[in-house]
């Protein structure tokens, strides 16, 4: 049995990061101006990933496999990914209240 699964050709990779901000299942590993990979044990096949990539690096292939085989381990990365993208907003947020409260603060001086 094979899936279908989401593959960066290396050469073409930029790093620019919109991959893995794209991917709702935290499959796409790399770090901003370094090449990327996508972990195909973690990969759904849902292409969300591929209209985002400015160099077009990014294609469809297909491996061995059975999506039954990783939906626990999916639906865990989901789930983690929104939880930290939900911390990551109310942290901005907080910073940026208290920079409001700051310039305010100097206003009123």
Not at 46 to 73: A, Q, Y
Not at 81 to 101: L, W
């Amino acid at each position: 049995m094979t899936r279908r699964v989401v593959f960066i050709k290396e050469d073409n990779c930029i790093g620019c990061q919109i991959c893995i901000k794209k991917c709702p299942f935290d499959s796409i590993i790399g770090t901003e101006n370094f090449v990327h990979r996508v972990n195909f044990n973690e990969c759904t096949g849902c292409k969300l990933c591929i209209p985002m990539c400015p160099t077009d690096c990014i294609k469809v292939i297909s491996i061995d496999g059975d999506k039954k085989d990783i939906t626990e381990k999916i639906l865990f990365n989901f789930q983690r990914k929104k939880a930290r993208v939900s911390r990551v907003e109310k942290r901005t947020e907080s910073i940026i209240n208290s920079q409001i409260d700051k310039i305010l603060a100097n206003e009123q001086k």
